[in-house]
């Protein structure tokens, strides 16, 4: 069975940082693209950033370009979501999936892990 | 606002057919497939249709995609009461070089 957990998410001021973390279970990690996506309280969801299978290939959307950054440890069937210079409008719900190619096509979602920004 | 345009809501009695679009341009819609998305409140979104008109396995039939030029839809057919949920359309932008997701269509079961 496909498994997703993230973790990581938390309250942070504006400007702090956060490590996002997803560890993925019952499928070879390796052969996949993933991606991140984020869901504000109440609003609709938004494409973050994916990596390619080897992380010779990562796209972010726009607004978060220079200040998050995407990983994985293949070894570790891990992905990560390193999150700086955090605003207010980056407070939401965040996914990770599994992804066929670089685009949309995500069959499998974790449960998502909560990031606040706040003062 | 999405690059991505969806209805902000749709409704339709049991048994009606319904359809939602999406209305993109041609970096997105007009040269890549379209994926739809359903969310029920409090969970993950779940892959509805995949590479415009494709359903994975356990998606019942009822559910349908299609394209034309730069929009797509997607039809409910039989509506159900558990078909009550948010809706999203998505396509991979060339020129963006990244995902788009529609804004949401909330459909409603009457």
């Known amino acids: 069975e496909v498994q997703l957990v993230e973790s990581g998410g938390g309250l942070v001021q504006p400007g702090g940082s956060l490590r996002l973390s997803c560890v993925a279970s019952?499928?070879?990690?390796?052969?996949?693209?993933m991606t991140w996506v984020r869901q504000a309280p109440g609003k609709g969801l938004e494409w973050v950033a994916n990596m390619k299978q080897d992380g010779s290939e990562k796209y972010y959307v726009d607004s978060v370009k220079g200040r998050f950054t995407i990983s994985r440890d293949n070894t570790e069937n891990s992905l990560y979501l390193q999150l700086n210079s955090l605003r207010p409008e980056d407070t939401a719900l965040y996914y990770c999936?599994?992804?066929?190619?670089?685009?949309?096509?995500?069959?499998?979602w974790g449960q998502g892990t909560l990031v606040a920004v706040s003062s | 606002q999405s690059v991505l345009t969806q209805p902000p809501s749709a409704s339709g009695t049991p048994g009606q057919r319904v359809t939602i679009s999406c209305s993109g341009s041609r970096p997105n819609i007009g040269s890549n497939h379209v994926y739809w998305y359903q969310q029920l409140p409090g969970t993950a979104p779940k892959l509805l249709i995949y590479?415009?008109?494709q359903r994975p396995s356990g998606v019942p039939d009822r559910f349908s995609g299609s394209k034309s030029g730069t929009s797509a839809s997607l039809a409910i057919s039989g509506l159900r009461s558990e078909d009550e949920a948010e809706y999203y359309c998505a396509a991979w932008d060339d020129r963006l070089y990244g995902v788009l997701f529609g804004g949401g269509t909330r459909l409603t079961v009457l």
């Open positions: 590479t415009t008109n």
């Open positions: 999936a599994r992804a066929d190619d670089y685009g949309p096509s995500f069959a499998y």
């Open positions: 019952g499928f070879t990690f390796s052969n996949y693209w």
